[in-house]
């Protein structure tokens, strides 16, 4: 049974405004129940199976791992869970929290589209009325999934803001949440946010270390190195999560190293600057400036593109149990078509990011034993990305031809 935290060291907490002390109760107390509950487990677990499609499998690299000649090579491919990523895991958990206690309406936030995703999917799955929060600018970026989320039945509200991405959809779903929690739950999709969603979060995904744990003891494998992207936190924490306290294997995290180390061109806050600071109810790392700004971030991939981090893993890297690293925009693109042309697999680009860390590792590592990495999501969704970094020429004749077929 795990514990519930409001702090890990000096980061988590709840730092929100006195109206949302009552929603926040109300939820770490169904929490609580849920876990000590057989039939909300034996509903997780259904649900897993057949509508995500779990357990996940773990991939055994064979051609990555002749090609680099160290450590056998393993890929946990939550990819092929429905809907496209690890996300899915966090929605089960919190909708079936959201019908226990009564709730009718589900608002969510979502940055690249893959939380909102899931989350509209759930809701029209276990029907649910659903509101997406979206910045504008990432609507306009991610336009396939505002489509896909709109099929499911779910609004998309667009939100303004400096920015127009993930952190001004948060504020926007925070706000709407304080005054409409009597009826509807906040489905935060990442392991940050005031507590209880950390713990609440971190506990939904660790499905993937279970499982993980699991198919390693089957195969009597020697894992000497786990690696996972992280953007706020959630596939790492969920991956990790059986292994956090023992001593073995080495946990990697990766961050978006963008197109440079200057402010506003990456995503590294364990691995670069982040500094001490409170945004969206918790404490941790943040990009900041010296006056505590938010700074803007970049990465190729909307998903690692977040200021923060969540608390566990900031104190976790602060206690040193997690390492963690970085690889550039390039570096994600170059695993990408790797993995893609010798393992047959095409890993979306937050997850390249880890499979790009692994690579550069897996030779160091003495052939007998393994490193996994977690492929936090399927590639599908960035096809407008790869196919102007990959084949500008011919993708943009593409487009031209179908934007002349759509207007005829
Ligand atoms: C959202 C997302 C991430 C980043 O979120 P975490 O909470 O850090 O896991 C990583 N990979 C994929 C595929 C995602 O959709």
């Known amino acids: 049974m795990q514990v519930i935290h409001d702090f890990f060291g000096s980061f988590g907490g709840k730092y929100v405004a006195e109206t949302l002390r009552t929603p926040l109760d109300e939820l770490e107390e169904a929490f609580k129940q849920a876990l000590e509950d057989s039939l909300f487990e034996r509903d997780f677990n259904r649900f897993s199976k057949e509508f995500t499609g779990r357990p996940t499998p773990l991939l055994f690299a064979?051609?990555?791992?002749t090609l680099l000649g160290g450590a056998a090579v393993y890929i946990k491919l939550e990819g092929l869970a429905n809907t496209g990523a690890h996300k899915i895991n966090n929605v089960l958990g919190q909708c079936l929290l959201a019908k226990r206690m009564g709730k009718r309406r589900?608002?969510?936030e979502?940055?690249?589209?893959q939380h909102g995703l899931a989350t509209a999917a759930m809701c029209a799955k276990m029907g649910f009325n659903c509101r997406i929060y979206m910045g504008e600018t990432d609507i306009r970026r991610q336009r396939p999934n505002v489509f896909w989320m709109e099929l499911f039945g779910a609004e998309v509200v667009p939100v303004k803001g400096v920015s127009g991405t993930l952190k001004d959809a948060v504020n926007e779903a925070l706000r709407?949440?304080?005054?409409?929690?009597?009826d509807t739950h906040y489905l935060l999709g990442s392991a940050l946010g005031p507590a209880p969603y950390p713990d609440m979060v971190r506990e939904f995904q660790s499905v993937i270390g279970r499982e993980v744990k699991e198919q390693v003891d089957k195969l009597g494998l020697d894992v000497e190195v786990m690696v996972a992207c992280v953007g706020g936190g959630s596939n790492a924490i969920g991956f990790f999560s059986q292994f956090i306290d023992c001593s073995k294997p080495r946990l990697i995290g990766v961050e978006a190293g963008g197109r440079g180390s200057g402010p506003g061109e990456h995503a590294a806050r364990m691995s670069g600057s982040g500094r001490e600071g409170i945004l969206h109810g918790y404490k941790s790392l943040f990009l900041t400036d010296e006056e505590g700004q938010v700074l803007p971030t970049h990465s190729i991939s909307a998903g690692l593109d977040y200021p923060g981090i969540g608390p566990q893993l900031a104190y976790l890297g602060k206690k040193g149990r997690i390492g963690f690293t970085t690889?550039?925009?390039t570096g994600a693109l170059e695993?990408?078509?790797f993995f893609a042309k010798n393992e047959g697999i095409v890993f979306a680009l937050e997850s390249a990011h880890a499979g790009a860390a692994a690579?550069?590792?897996?030779?160091?590592i003495p052939k007998e034993k393994a490193i996994i990495i977690n492929m936090s999501g399927r590639g599908d969704k960035d096809i407008f990305i790869l196919a102007r970094e990959m084949k500008g020429r011919q993708w943009s004749n593409f487009l031209k031809e179908e934007v002349i077929r759509n207007e005829n």
Not at 176 to 182: L, P, T, V
Not at 359 to 364: D, F, G, Q, Y
């Open 327 to 329: 690889i550039d925009d």
């Open 335 to 337: 695993a990408l078509r």
């Open 106 to 108: 589900i608002i969510a």
């Open 62 to 65: 064979e051609n990555t791992t």
């Open 176 to 182: 709407d949440w304080s005054s409409s929690f009597e």
């Open 359 to 364: 690579i550069k590792l897996a030779h160091e």
């Open 110 to 113: 979502t940055g690249a589209g």
